[in-house]
């Protein structure tokens, strides 16, 4: 009803509205006149502006088919004859907004909407119609839109996604949904908007004005592990929730979250489990499952064993990707020993939350394990051995024994026997039935104290069932090293030196490593304690000095000696050894520092004999004479072969550019085994050369008469036995080969190519076919081509 009393209200100040000329401010013009008459001044009179107006309204959303009246513009200057015309600009003028030049009504062409543009500004003018000219000022005007509730409201999201604990009080707040109405909010209660709750209930509820949710009902109505997603839809209501009012709805996913409100408990009370005896440590033996309500970290939960008689044997722990308890061996199993085994299990919560379960909350569990027989290999007594044997034992003694046995039931014997990659030598050997290790070669533990070998244990009936085990043998020392100098000694003595002055301190080394430790004596041995020119002191540390026994001693006489020591040890048997020292004498100086010793230099001696210096010169000579000589024998190359193999002619290279000896050289070619052929001409040579083919460019009158042939029966039956033999040869090359032969024989066609013996060589010759061999040739065709008058002339 409220409704419909605003809507007439509206109505009737807008049609009340239209085509009011607003008189304010003549009439104030007026009275300033009046007033300023009777105070008896001369009235200023300004002219009198005729009409005047400030805003028209229009209802947004109009359906009719005709233009939307919106008012009517009047001046007074207009009296009705049709001089006066209107004038609209603006916003709008002439598309949006038309009047009637006329009369001065103003019409809408279409349809407005208030949301688009609430308001327009346009200006109107009274101007002549005859000529143009304005009869008053330009007055500005507004037209408004009035609204109506044409808007639903709209939420800012089509789907909410929110969530909160389970197990929250009443009233907690869940989040908050804003709807908004696109109607004047000034106007009416189009854009009033009111929340509701459609769908959600009883579990939450909303705020009418501010759109909050909260939670309707209490904790123990908010179970997750009951329920956990719930679908919640929002209304708003605009014109305040009235009847007739626009509605926009809402969609609202609420998730409760989970809380650690759920100890464990284990799936069932008692296991059962079963693992080899051999099952190495670490070995899972079974899986144990307790059941947590919450997710995620709130279902942690941690697994021990509390109790039982394998409490040592087994472990447990807790799988982080399934939160499965993992059940492991902890200790080696014997089923032997114990067969079965009983523990106790408990589990809790890793991250307990007092606020809804307590922190002593836990479930228990029993689990039984049996372990199952498995035919184990030999079992040694110990992990390792360690044995000891003397360097000096001889072969056959016993170093020590191993000993294993079969853990299982049968008791089934074993034998043993040493891996040979631990012992690649075969230092020792082991007895096959009782395992005693005894010495096969003799030891040096100079060269190593410490043998590590394997004895393995094989089960007689089953070789497939072994162990092994370490056995370190260390080889105990015995004195059958004699001590030694520790290098070679090499020292001076000056020719001025005195008796008793010590020239060198020696030590010695050993081998062997007594338990006391070394203790070395020495002593000057007895081939030099005669007419000794030296005494050795022994200084009670392993060392020893070496002293002059008389003074003074001449390079000249003896220019080194030689001083032999005798090094003793002290363990049992005692062991020695002579070594030897060299004492050269030399020259000092009065501080005692050398200058020259003997022909041979010490260490520290500078430059070179004769004798190395006449060495190194007949070296170079040497190698002067192998130089020239390679010299030599490069200049006398030897000639090579025009054909280096008969057999063999594909790629040898011919050279060309040695003449010979001529026509007469009879030592070019072995010819001893061809029959030299008479010569048919008077005058003419027989050709050693290869037969020449026929010349190609030479004209057919140029050609000479063919020499009369003559039986070759020789030379065809020596080539022919020569086919023969390359023929029947095995030895022969799959391949045709060239075989040269130099005489050609009586006959040839081709004649002497030598111009001494050939018969014409002093008749006229005829040159002309020279010119008809091409440009190669046509030198030689004007050399020899012309006529015996060209020349001549």
């Not at 394990?369 to 360690?386: G, I, K």
């Not at 100079?446 to 043998?451: I, K």
């Not at 050369?689 to 029966?713: C, K, N, Q, T, W």
Request: aromatic letters at 8%; one cysteine or more; charged letters at 25%.
């Amino acid at each position: 009803m409220r409704t419909w009393v605003v809507f007439l209200l509206w109505a009737w100040v807008a049609r009340s509205a239209r085509g009011v000329a607003l008189k304010t401010g003549t009439q104030d013009e007026e009275e300033a006149g009046a007033r300023q008459a009777e105070g008896g001044e001369a009235a200023l009179r300004r002219s009198k502006r005729g009409w005047m107006w400030n805003q028209f309204f229009l209802q947004e959303e109009y359906t009719g088919t005709d233009y939307q009246y919106i008012g009517k513009l009047h001046s007074d200057m207009d009296r009705g004859d049709g001089t006066v015309m209107y004038v609209l600009t603006g916003e709008g003028a002439g598309t949006i907004f038309v009047i009637d030049a006329t009369s001065g009504d103003l019409h809408a062409t279409r349809s407005l909407d208030r949301e688009e543009k609430a308001s327009y500004a346009l200006r109107a003018q009274a101007v002549d119609k005859r000529n143009g000219v304005p009869l008053e000022p330009e007055t500005e005007f507004i037209v408004k839109l009035h609204d109506i509730n044409d808007n639903e409201p709209k939420f800012e999201k089509e789907v909410y996604m929110a969530s909160v604990p389970e197990r929250s009080h009443i009233g907690t707040s869940v989040t908050q949904v804003t709807a908004h109405d696109a109607d004047d909010e000034m106007f009416g209660m189009s854009a009033k908007l009111v929340y509701s709750i459609s769908q959600g209930h009883p579990y939450f509820s909303v705020e009418s004005n501010t759109g909050i949710i909260r939670t309707a009902l209490g904790p123990a109505d908010m179970d997750r592990e009951q329920r956990e997603h719930y679908q919640v839809v929002i209304e708003a209501k605009d014109m305040a929730g009235q009847r007739g009012g626009l509605t926009g709805i809402t969609t609202v996913n609420i998730t409760l979250t989970d809380i650690n409100d759920n100890p464990p408990q284990f799936s069932h009370s008692v296991y059962q489990f079963s693992v080899p005896e051999l099952a190495p440590l670490g070995a899972a033996v079974g899986r144990v499952r307790a059941v947590d309500a919450d997710i995620g970290r709130n279902a942690e939960m941690d697994y021990t064993v509390v109790g039982g008689d394998g409490l040592d044997m087994f472990d447990i722990a807790t799988d982080g990707q399934t939160q499965d308890g993992v059940l492991t061996v902890r200790k080696a199993l014997d089923y032997e020993r114990k067969r079965s085994y009983t523990l106790q299990l408990q589990v809790r919560n890793t991250h307990p939350d007092p606020r809804y379960v307590s922190v002593d909350s836990k479930d228990l569990a029993t689990v039984r394990v049996s372990v199952e027989d498995v035919d184990e290999p030999p079992r040694f007594e110990r992990s390792s051995y360690t044995l000891e044997v003397k360097e000096d034992a001889v072969l056959g003694t016993v170093v020590g024994s191993v000993s294993a046995t079969d853990p299982d039931a049968r008791h089934v014997p074993v034998k043993y026997t040493i891996d040979r990659h631990t012992d690649v030598d075969r230092i020792f050997n082991v007895h096959s039935g009782n395992g005693s290790i005894f010495l096969q070669k003799p030891l040096d533990r100079e060269d190593l104290a410490w043998h590590n070998v394997s004895v393995i244990a094989t089960e007689f009936n089953n070789p497939q069932q072994t162990s092994r085990v370490p056995v370190y043998i260390r080889v105990l020392d015995v004195n059958d090293n004699p001590p030694k100098l520790a290098s070679f000694y090499e020292t001076f003595v000056c020719e001025n030196t005195k008796a008793g002055q010590k020239i060198q301190t020696i030590t010695a080394v050993d081998p062997d490593e007594p338990a006391g430790g070394h203790r070395f004596f020495f002593s000057l041995a007895p081939e030099s304690s005669v007419r000794a020119n030296f005494s050795v002191r022994d200084n009670g540390d392993n060392t020893a000095s070496i002293l002059t026994r008389r003074t003074g001693f001449r390079r000249m006489q003896q220019n080194a000696h030689v001083v032999a020591v005798v090094i003793s040890d002290g363990a049992f048997p005692m062991r020695s050894s002579t070594g030897t020292l060299t004492v050269r004498v030399c020259t000092c100086d009065h501080g005692g520092n050398r200058e020259a010793c003997g022909a041979e230099a010490l260490g520290g001696a500078a430059g070179l004999s004769t004798g190395a210096l006449v060495a190194i010169l007949l070296c170079v000579l040497i190698l002067l004479l192998i130089v020239v000589l390679f010299a030599a024998l490069k200049r006398q190359k030897k000639k090579e072969p025009l054909i280096v193999s008969k057999e063999d002619v594909r790629d040898n290279v011919v050279s060309y550019n040695d003449e010979g000896g001529g026509e007469e050289d009879t030592q070019a070619f072995d010819i001893g085994a061809l029959r030299h052929p008479e010569v048919l001409e008077e005058g003419g040579k027989s050709r050693r050369d290869i037969l020449p083919s026929e010349p190609l460019f030479r004209p057919p009158h140029a050609r000479r008469p063919a020499a009369p042939v003559r039986d070759d029966g020789d030379v065809r039956d020596f080539i022919s036995q020569r086919v023969q033999e390359h023929d029947g040869s095995p030895t022969a090359p799959p391949y045709d080969s060239l075989a040269t032969y130099a005489y050609e024989g009586s006959g040839s066609v081709a004649e002497s190519l030598s111009s001494l013996g050939s018969a014409s060589s002093d008749g006229a010759h005829d040159y002309n076919y020279l010119s008809e061999w091409g440009p190669r040739f046509r030198k030689l065709a004007d050399m020899y081509g012309g006529d015996d008058g060209e020349w001549d002339s």
